[in-house]
T-cell receptor, first 113, second 113 residues
Framework: DTAVSQTPKYLVTQMGNDKSIKCEQN?????MYWYKQDSKKFLKIMFS???????INETVPNRFSPKSPDKAHLNLHINSLELGDSAVYFC????????????FGSGTQLSVL | AQSVTQLGSHVSVSEGALVLLRCNYS??????LFWYVQYPNQGLQLLLK??????LVKGINGFEAEFKKSETSFHLTKPSAHMSDAAEYFC???????????FGRGTSLIVHP
């Protein structure tokens, strides 16, 4: 079983649409993340969330919103998609504790036309 | 505050040659340091991590890294490159008390036959 799974793998959509990317982890981890990877491979943290707090990167537009129905899921909702939103989005999770590694999903490639 | 600088966006080596990927960090607290590898169309996976137990850290696939506090460096090495090592490599840092790692911009390793 995949530890961190994202769906869909590919998402092609028109400007102005609203879309969601789902993420589930079966590792029992307490903290989940969303990262955006641009065309130059730069990884930018968008959100981190555990069952106590949500930390939002202040540079992320408010068109992006994380939704966590339970500890195992952290979905990403994007409203009014723009061309610049095209990127690969990665979900990740990690257990509590100092120095713990991140477990990444395989990514969702979003293309906005 | 924490940051990572990876010197060289691309490193090209011949198969069998030494691999050296450079990473310098900045952290106001004792750092945890990581190297991740990303193969094409995949998520990131951990190669190795430094958590203060030993300054020379051995990872998977023959890679190792040495933590040098005086130089604020955590360079990644492998004695002999293999074609399968061609990938994107990311250095990351998280400080004590922080669970949001900061990633470097990545270094693309190219291995020539």
């Amino acid at each position: 079983d995949t530890a961190v799974s994202q769906t869909p793998k590919y998402l092609v959509t028109q400007m102005g649409n609203d879309k969601s990317i789902k993420c589930e982890q079966n590792l029992g981890h307490d903290t989940m993340y969303w990262y955006k990877q641009d065309s130059k491979k730069f990884l930018k943290i968008m959100f981190s969330y555990n069952n106590k707090e949500l930390i939002i990167n202040e540079t992320v537009p408010n068109r992006f919103s994380p939704k966590s129905p339970d500890k195992a899921h952290l979905n990403l909702h994007i409203n009014s998609l723009e061309l610049g939103d095209s990127a690969v989005y990665f979900c990740a999770s990690r257990p509590l504790g100092q120095g713990e590694k991140l477990f990444f999903g395989s990514g969702t490639q979003l293309s906005v036309l | 505050a924490q940051s990572v600088t990876q010197l060289g966006s691309h490193v090209s080596v011949s198969e069998g040659a030494l691999v050296l990927l450079r990473c310098n960090y900045s952290s106001s607290v004792p750092p945890y340091l990581f190297w991740y590898v990303q193969y094409p169309n995949q998520g990131l996976q951990l190669l190795l991590k430094y958590t203060s137990a030993a300054t020379l850290v051995k990872g998977i696939n023959g890679f190792e890294a040495e933590f040098k506090k005086s130089e604020t460096s955590f360079h990644l090495t492998k004695p002999s490159a293999h074609m399968s090592d061609a990938a994107e490599y990311f250095c990351a840092v998280s400080g004590t008390g922080s669970y949001i790692p900061t990633f470097g911009r990545g270094t693309s390793l190219i291995v020539h036959p």
